[in-house]
């Protein structure tokens, strides 16, 4: 008999292989954030260059946008959701505490062979998640993973702030991995974090250190609370250095990858990050006038946008790199 301690079979490459996203109806714009705070489009889009953002319908959920997103991704991938054996979503918005938003999109989308978890990182979340799926694959413990970055922002938003609500949305995108033989595929993956500075972008009210109260409520523990200038430099210096490294690791340059897609924070982190590793205009993906800030769904619903448009082709070299609350960072070098 086979000793599974000992039998270690090879590492298989892990491929993208298809990718979805989902925005709601609703848009949000500038104008519309002018009748709800003391700002203004021209101060809004000077400072992040953001123009609008989607937001959630009444009643729609986190679990509902990801299950959207999910289905476009496993249709472009040709597989079924009973192929599936594994769903992780990334989200700081679940559905509820428990069970996960995992589960619930397991369960809409009738995967009942497949196993669910959610994992919080974030608006590193995508990538977090897409490094550990691609583990499950690699080692042959599944076939099929699914990830998905989902998050309905504006379930935390404090509406009476001008400094933050005018940041985010709501969104969903997701992302099918397989091995897809003679591909490379995903080529590296770089995580980081620093918990010394986890008051910088925080929502303190709701766990267990600050549970649910009367008084939590009505002094705003509930909602996200930002420290904009110390977020703004601890992002573009973290983000580089993932990139810087991922590339590193890979042998590559700036010059060799066909599109970068950062977390869509705002566009002056995009700029600043691009400034600094060298790339050109032409090479950075944005969609963060139309979306703003979608959290963990951002640099996904970005990655389905760039296939969309022709901007990736089969053997373009992508490089993904995230930054997020906790503090945490990331990047992924990716062959299509």
Known sequence: MTNPRTSRPHLRTVSITGVGSYVPDRILSNADLEKLVETSDEWITSRTGIKERRIAAEGETTSDMATAAARKALERAGVTAAELD????????????????????????????????????????????????????????YNTVLVIGAEKMSSVVDWKDRNTCVLFGDGAGAAVLQNRPAAHGLLTTCL???????????????GSACPATAKS??????????????TFKNAVNAMVTAATEALERCGLNIAQIRCIIPHQANQRILSAVAERLG??????????????????????????????????????????????????????????
Request: proline fraction near 3%.
């Open 86 to 141: 594994l769903i992780i979503v990334a989200t700081i918005t679940p559905d509820m505490p428990f069970p996960s938003t995992a589960c619930l999109v397991q369960h809409r989308l009738g995967a009942s062979r497949a196993a669910a978890f959610d994992i919080e990182a974030a608006c590193s979340g995508f990538v977090y998640a897409l490094d550990i799926g691609s583990h499950f694959v690699a080692c042959h413990t």
């Open 192 to 206: 980081g974090s620093d918990g010394a500075k986890a008051g910088l972008l925080e929502v303190r009210g709701g």
């Open 279 to 336: 790339a050109g205009p032409d090479q950075v993906f944005s969609n963060v006038d139309r979306y703003g800030n979608t959290s963990a769904a951002s640099v996904a619903i970005a990655l389905d946008e760039a296939v969309g448009a022709g901007r990736i082709h089969r053997g373009d070299l992508v490089l993904l790199v995230v930054f997020g609350a906790g503090l945490t960072w990331g990047a992924a070098v990716i062959e299509w």
């Open 217 to 230: 409520v009505s002094e705003g523990m509930h909602f996200l609370r930002m420290d904009g200038k110390e």
